[in-house]
């Protein structure tokens, strides 16, 4: 079946250093994949989102491009604020348009 | 817009007992409600969708009669988990789709964290 792997956290970094975090998916057919946050305390929130192959999905100052060849969507942003600090979760949504996650990346930035 | 709450955020009941949460859509009418489970430092696990005036539909391995789900009104949902058992033990995560939406995107509430001791 369908299944979203993501890097295994947490990751740690300073203010204003460049974050990526890996994720890569196994699909048959073509699936739209998404990135959410979760901040301590609440709901998991949509970050950014690519429905097809080569689309870029941003907000907030992150990115992340649908590559198909390389079946992934890794997360990036080239300077993150102590604010970032959250969980994060690749997923896919399948042709029944379900969710399937990622295990979840903790990022931690420090001041 | 799109909120979605749940109650209670915390709850401790003793095994054997029965425990009630809510979902609520605060300012839309959402005709299909989700619920996952997220065991620590792991992914959310569809639980099963719930469609309003329906049967809920489990995913494989989820046990219906152990997780009750009610879907009775278009901006509540409930799980009631069954003579709760310590392996019960989890965070509980709804999710609601605004039906206005094009796009067909989940709506999280802030989830639940069930203690059986």
């Known amino acids: 079946g369908d299944s979203v792997t993501q890097m295994e956290g947490p990751v740690t970094l300073s203010e204003e250093a460049f974050l990526t975090i890996n994720c890569t998916y196994t699909?048959?057919?073509?699936?739209?994949l998404f990135w959410y946050v979760q901040y301590p305390g609440e709901g998991l929130q949509l970050l950014l989102k690519?429905?097809?192959?080569?689309d870029k999905g941003s907000n907030k100052g992150f990115e992340a491009t649908y590559r198909k060849e390389t079946t992934s969507f890794h997360l990036e942003k080239g300077s993150v604020q102590v604010s970032d600090s959250a969980v994060y979760f690749c997923?896919?949504?399948?042709?029944?348009?379900?969710?399937?996650f990622g295990s979840g990346t903790r990022l931690l930035v420090r001041p | 817009g799109a909120v979605v709450s749940q109650h209670p955020s915390w709850v401790i009941c003793k095994s054997g007992t029965s425990v009630k949460i809510e979902c609520r859509s605060l300012?839309?009418?959402?005709?299909?409600m989700f619920w996952y489970r997220q065991f620590p430092k792991q992914s959310l696990m569809l639980m099963a969708t719930?469609?309003?005036?329906?049967?809920?539909?489990?995913e494989q391995g989820v046990e219906k009669d152990k997780f009750l789900i009610n879907h009775a009104s278009l901006t509540l949902s409930t799980l009631t988990v069954t003579s709760a058992h310590p392996e019960d033990s989890s965070f509980y995560i709804c999710?609601?789709?605004?039906?206005?939406?094009?796009?067909?995107?989940?709506?999280f509430g802030p989830g639940t964290r069930l203690t059986v001791t």
């Open positions: 719930s469609n309003e005036g329906s049967k809920a539909t489990y």
């Open positions: 300012d839309f009418q959402a005709t299909t």
């Open positions: 690519a429905t097809k192959a080569d």
């Open positions: 997923a896919l949504r399948d042709s029944s348009y379900k969710l399937i």
């Open positions: 999710s609601a789709r605004d039906p206005r939406d094009i796009a067909y995107e989940q709506y």
């Open positions: 699909a048959t057919g073509y699936p739209s």
